[in-house]
């Protein structure tokens, strides 16, 4: 895999093939997530059963202790943290602040799970610190900041079964988003891969790490051969990006929020802009790296 200074490129960034964001949203058998929103330090996004469609919403955030999961699974308000247990149950003890509270938790395919009871959920809502030390495991611990709004968010995300709302699904400036200029002194930083798309086929591309902007974590810019499109790509998180397409040195167009849909590929989410409706037409846009 490419690496820009140790990072992994665009590639694993974007697309989140191997990130442990990733990981975190196979929690129950047969289903998936997708992205809703980000807020306060969180993610919040729609969990699909694969036979039973959207069953839910759930707040994640991580630390060096793992992914701490606040969920409204099927209607419950439930708690997921990681665990090396293999068994069935297990006893466990939550503590959120000074409230120490003994627990069962289920545990399956690598994760702890237990129902909240609302007086539990305004406790994480209004604490500072959320402990699980589940028997025979030494005790994780994750800060609760930003856990109110994310818990006020994913309520939101079930109510509207996943779907964001229409105003906030046309958030998203459309404006030309032309590269910014590299620092003085620092010239940009590029590798070649291989890119694909289904307009394109496999075609060799040049990945340009791009100077930092407020409100990204890394900003790219692909330029492909053989009348490929160049694109200008803004990465949000493990698995949203804001993202612009020219065609021939022409205007950038705006193509909305992508997210990833394998390992190192990307595609339009749903509840995009109209501005980028109207840009992505009826075409099947999507972008692999390799």
């Not at 891969?193 to 990945?207: H, M, R």
């Not at 492909?224 to 200008?232: D, L």
Request: with cysteine.
């Amino acid at each position: 895999m490419k690496r820009f200074f140790g990072k992994a490129a665009l590639a694993a960034c974007l697309l989140a093939g191997v990130s442990s964001a990733s990981q975190a949203q196979t929690v129950h058998p047969n289903e998936w997530t997708e992205y809703y929103a980000d807020i306060r330090g969180w993610t919040v996004n729609a969990i699909i059963h694969a036979q039973g469609g959207f069953v839910g919403c759930r707040a994640v955030k991580t630390s060096r202790n793992g992914h701490l999961i606040v969920e409204r699974h099927n209607g419950i308000w439930q708690l997921v943290v990681p665990t090396d247990r293999t068994d069935v149950y297990g006893g466990a003890v939550l503590s959120i602040d000074k409230a120490d509270i003994d627990s069962q938790f289920g545990f399956e395919n690598g994760w702890a799970t237990r129902e909240l009871s609302a007086r539990e959920l305004d406790l994480i809502k209004a604490g500072n610190q959320l402990g699980v030390e589940i028997n025979g495991e030494p005790p994780r611990y994750w800060e609760l900041s930003g856990s109110t709004a994310a818990i006020l968010k994913a309520q939101e995300c079930a109510d509207n079964g996943g779907n964001l709302p229409q105003d906030d699904a046309q958030t998203a400036s459309g404006q030309a988003a032309p590269p910014p200029p590299p620092p003085p002194g620092r010239p940009p930083q590029t590798v070649t891969a291989t890119c694909d798309s289904v307009p394109t086929g496999p075609y060799g591309c040049e990945i340009t790490q791009m100077p930092e902007e407020p409100g990204y974590k890394e900003i790219y810019q692909i330029a492909g051969s053989n009348g490929a499109p160049a694109y200008f790509i803004k990465v949000k998180s493990d698995n949203r990006a804001d993202v612009w397409a020219s065609f021939d040195g022409a205007p950038w167009r705006y193509l909305g929020v992508w997210g990833n849909v394998g390992p190192n590929c990307s595609e339009p989410l749903p509840n995009q802009s109209s501005e980028a409706r109207d840009n992505l037409g009826q075409d099947a846009w999507n972008l692999c790296i390799r």
